[in-house]
């Protein structure tokens, strides 16, 4: 079962917009984590926000957590055409498990 | 540093045929996990290991899957007999966390199974 849910699952954006997707869930959480996806590939890292926090950044990347809505939000800005993958949220709960969503795919057209 | 490594890349078998999934984690990491990945979803967690031990195979379908981490380091996930459904992308990673973290994961590129 997957507790985190995406949306929207698919985006099509232009080169140098911004691209937002959310993330809800539906359990308490010790941290909560967004993946990238290439096509083909593993997924990579991107950046983990705990439960404590409500906002992080990382180069391009922004990260909002709001534990009262269970949801988070991911904002690339400045996107590239290198950005194009699946983007996956995954959440840390109880008993250490991580669970992830069933993703956004995101198109950035050059 | 060397990544998580995962052979073979592709294995196309047929069904009731058994096959196996190899993966070496980051050296110095401590868990290890197995997930599946169908098509267009996010990956599911099939075990997870803490050293040697198996500390959550919930999800793990144990009439056919069977997964081993002797000497706490590289591992295999096999599955006996293989099934149409099977079909999907097998995924390693590690992580550095101990018991009571769960911190970022590093993935493997992991295996494409097809099951014909």
């Known amino acids: 079962s997957q507790q985190g849910e995406e949306d929207p699952q698919a985006l099509s954006i232009q080169e140098g917009e ?23 590939r593993g997924l990579v890292h991107l950046i983990l926000i705990r439960s404590n926090e409500r906002e992080k950044h990382s180069g391009r990347l922004r990260v909002t957590l709001d534990t009262s809505k269970k949801s988070s939000s991911l904002l690339i800005t400045a996107s590239r055409a290198a950005d194009t993958a699946s983007y996956f949220c ?21 | 540093e060397a990544g998580v490594v995962q052979s ?22 401590n868990t290890l996990y197995w997930y599946r990945q169908n098509l267009g979803q996010g990956p599911e967690l099939l075990i997870r290991y803490e050293n040697e031990e198996a500390v959550d195979d919930s999800q793990l379908p144990k009439d056919r899957f ?24 097998y995924l390693c990673a590690s992580s550095s966390g101990t018991r009571g973290t769960n911190e970022k994961l590093f993935f493997g590129s992991g295996t494409q199974l097809s099951v014909l």
């Open chain 1, 18 to 40: 911004n691209a937002t997707m959310n993330c809800s869930y539906k359990t308490s959480i010790n941290n909560l984590q967004w993946y990238r996806q290439n096509s083909g």
């Open chain 1, 90 to 110: 995954a959440t840390s709960s109880a008993g250490n498990k991580l669970t992830f969503g069933g993703g956004t795919r995101v198109l950035v057209k050059p």
């Open chain 2, 8 to 29: 073979p890349r592709y294995k196309i078998i047929e069904k009731k045929q058994p096959v196996a999934f190899w993966c070496n984690p980051i050296s110095g990491h």
């Open chain 2, 66 to 89: 069977s997964a081993e981490r002797l000497k706490g380091v590289d591992s295999t996930l096999k599955i006996q007999p293989a099934e149409l459904g099977d079909s999907a992308v």
